[in-house]
C-alpha cells in the first residue's frame, strides 16, 4: 500500500489503522494515472479507461489485517480489463469480494456475468482474466472490496472458483451473506477505534464471514472448520440481539432458543468472549440509553421512556445500573448534554 502511504502523507493522513488517500492531494494532470497505478499495487494491475480521466477524482480507505485488507473506494465512472498479460505480469493470487453502494456495475470472469446493483456482492479472482464495467450514472461509484488470500480462504480443490462473478445479495434477512455486508460497510470507522489484537480478530471475523456466505452458496457448510462455523453463528446472534434490544424478554434463553440451541451451548459459544451474553445485551442497552439521553432531539422523552425504548422493565434498576456503568445518574448526563446544547446556542 505505499502509494496509498504516500498519498496519505500529502492529503489526510493516517488515522489509527486505517489509512485514507484521495486524488486531491495530486496535481491535477497526474491524477488518473496515480489511480491507475495505486489500484495495480493495492488490488492487481488492470488496463483502466474513463470518459473522465482529464478530471478523474478518486478516494479510498483502507484496513489492513494479518489475514486479509478491506479498502473503500470511491472514484468516477470507469471500465477495469485484466487480460492473461498482465496476470503473467503480476498474480498476487488472491479472491476478492466486491460489495456495491451505489451506481451499478458488470463484471465478466470465467463465463460468469454479474450485473449488481446497490446492495449486491460478488466474488472475483486475480488469477483469471476480468472486465469490470463501472456505469455511468452521473456520480461516483462506491464499492468495497475484501481481500481474502487463496491461503486464508478454507474452500479447498477449487470450489470458489465455481462462484466468480456470481451476484449474492446482502438485503436479505440476517444470514451471513447480509453479516457479511454491515461488516464491510461499517469497518473502516469500527477499525479506528481497535487497537492491533482487537483489529486482528476483526479481521478473522470478516473471513469467516465470508468463507460461511460463500460456502453456503455452494451447500458446502459442513467443509468449513468448525471454529468458522461457530464464529459465523456468534456474529448472527451478536447483530439479532443488536437488532432487538428494546424487546425487554430479551435474555439468554431466549437467544439460545431463537437460534435453536441450549443456553448451555450458547454461553460455550461465547466463553472466550471478553463478556457473557447477558452482559453484553445490558451494555448494549445502557450504550443506547446514553447516547439518547445525550441527543437533543430526544430531550422531550423521559428517562423512563428512554429506559423503556431500551428493554429495561424497571426504571430504578436501570438507574442503578447506569451510574455503576458511567459513574453518574442518567439526569447527569441529560443536564451535562443540556447545558452543552445552550453554550452553542449562545
Same mark, same amino acid.
Given at each position: 500500500?505505499?502509494?496509498?502511504?504516500?498519498?496519505?502523507?500529502?492529503? %489526510?493522513?493516517?488515522d489509527?489503522?486505517?489509512?485514507?488517500?484521495?486524488?486531491?492531494?495530486?496535481?491535477?494532470?497526474?491524477?488518473?494515472?496515480?489511480?491507475?497505478?495505486?489500484?495495480?499495487h493495492?488490488?492487481m494491475?488492470?488496463?483502466v479507461h !474513463?470518459?473522465?480521466?482529464?478530471?478523474?477524482k478518486?478516494?479510498? %480507505?483502507?484496513v489492513?489485517?494479518?489475514?486479509?485488507?478491506?479498502?473503500?473506494?470511491?472514484?468516477?465512472?470507469?471500465?477495469?480489463?485484466r487480460?492473461?498479460?498482465?496476470?503473467r505480469?503480476?498474480?498476487?493470487?488472491?479472491?476478492?469480494?466486491v460489495?456495491?453502494?451505489?451506481?451499478?456495475?458488470?463484471? *465478466?470472469?470465467?463465463?460468469?456475468?454479474?450485473?449488481?446493483?446497490?446492495?449486491?456482492?460478488?466474488?472475483?479472482?486475480?488469477?483469471?482474466?476480468?472486465?469490470?464495467?463501472?456505469?455511468?450514472r452521473?456520480?461516483?461509484?462506491?464499492?468495497?472490496?475484501?481481500?481474502?488470500?487463496?491461503?486464508?480462504?478454507?474452500?479447498?480443490?477449487?470450489?470458489?472458483?465455481r462462484?466468480?462473478a456470481?451476484p449474492? !445479495?446482502?438485503?436479505?434477512?440476517?444470514? !451471513?451473506a447480509?453479516?457479511?455486508?454491515?461488516?464491510?460497510?461499517?469497518?473502516?470507522?469500527?477499525?479506528?477505534?481497535c487497537?492491533?489484537?482487537?483489529?486482528?480478530?476483526?479481521g478473522?471475523?470478516?473471513?469467516?464471514?465470508?468463507?460461511?456466505?460463500?460456502?453456503?452458496?455452494?451447500? =458446502?457448510?459442513?467443509?468449513?472448520?468448525?471454529?468458522?462455523?461457530?464464529?459465523?453463528?456468534?456474529?448472527?446472534?451478536?447483530?439479532?440481539? %443488536?437488532h432487538?434490544?428494546?424487546?425487554?424478554?430479551?435474555?439468554?434463553?431466549?437467544v439460545?432458543a431463537?437460534?435453536h440451541?441450549?443456553?448451555?451451548?450458547?454461553?460455550?459459544?461465547?466463553?472466550?468472549?471478553?463478556?457473557?451474553?447477558?452482559?453484553?445485551?445490558?451494555?448494549?442497552r445502557?450504550?443506547?440509553?446514553?447516547?439518547d439521553?445525550?441527543?437533543?432531539?430526544?430531550?422531550?422523552?423521559t428517562?423512563?421512556?428512554?429506559?423503556?425504548?431500551?428493554?429495561f422493565r424497571?426504571?430504578?434498576?436501570?438507574?442503578?445500573?447506569?451510574r455503576? =456503568?458511567?459513574?453518574v445518574?442518567?439526569? *447527569?448526563?441529560?443536564?451535562?448534554?443540556?447545558?452543552?446544547?445552550?453554550?452553542?446556542?449562545?
Amino acid at each position: 500500500m505505499s502509494l496509498i502511504h504516500d498519498a496519505a502523507r500529502q492529503t %489526510e493522513g493516517a488515522d489509527g489503522p486505517v489509512v485514507s488517500a484521495s486524488t486531491d492531494g495530486v496535481p491535477a494532470a497526474e491524477r488518473f494515472d496515480w489511480w491507475v497505478e495505486m489500484v495495480g499495487h493495492t488490488v492487481m494491475p488492470v488496463a483502466v479507461h !474513463s470518459p473522465h480521466a482529464a478530471r478523474f477524482k478518486g478516494s479510498v %480507505e483502507a484496513v489492513s489485517m494479518p489475514h486479509s485488507q478491506v479498502a473503500a473506494f470511491n472514484f468516477s465512472p470507469m471500465a477495469a480489463r485484466r487480460s492473461p498479460l498482465y496476470i503473467r505480469r503480476h498474480d498476487p493470487e488472491d479472491y476478492y469480494l466486491v460489495l456495491v453502494h451505489g451506481s451499478p456495475i458488470r463484471l *465478466e470472469q470465467a463465463r460468469g456475468v454479474a450485473c449488481l446493483g446497490a446492495g449486491d456482492m460478488t466474488l472475483f479472482s486475480t488469477s483469471a482474466p476480468l472486465t469490470c464495467d463501472f456505469l455511468d450514472r452521473g456520480r461516483q461509484t462506491r464499492l468495497t472490496l475484501l481481500r481474502l488470500p487463496r491461503t486464508a480462504l478454507p474452500l479447498s480443490g477449487g470450489r470458489a472458483d465455481r462462484l466468480l462473478a456470481e451476484p449474492l !445479495s446482502t438485503r436479505a434477512g440476517s444470514g !451471513s451473506a447480509a453479516l457479511l455486508g454491515s461488516y464491510l460497510s461499517g469497518l473502516p470507522t469500527a477499525a479506528r477505534a481497535c487497537g492491533p489484537q482487537e483489529l486482528a480478530r476483526l479481521g478473522v471475523i470478516g473471513v469467516d464471514l465470508a468463507a460461511t456466505a460463500l460456502a453456503g452458496r455452494l451447500g =458446502a457448510q459442513d467443509i468449513l472448520p468448525t471454529e468458522t462455523r461457530k464464529a459465523a453463528l456468534r456474529a448472527r446472534i451478536k447483530l439479532c440481539i %443488536e437488532h432487538n434490544l428494546g424487546d425487554p424478554g430479551l435474555l439468554p434463553a431466549a437467544v439460545a432458543a431463537h437460534h435453536h440451541i441450549s443456553v448451555r451451548s450458547l454461553h460455550l459459544l461465547f466463553e472466550r468472549e471478553r463478556e457473557t451474553v447477558g452482559a453484553m445485551i445490558r451494555r448494549l442497552r445502557l450504550e443506547r440509553c446514553h447516547t439518547d439521553l445525550a441527543d437533543p432531539a430526544l430531550y422531550q422523552r423521559t428517562i423512563a421512556a428512554t429506559a423503556t425504548r431500551w428493554g429495561f422493565r424497571h426504571p430504578a434498576d436501570f438507574s442503578r445500573a447506569f451510574r455503576k =456503568a458511567y459513574g453518574v445518574p442518567p439526569s *447527569e448526563v441529560r443536564a451535562v448534554a443540556r447545558a452543552r446544547a445552550r453554550a452553542l446556542d449562545a
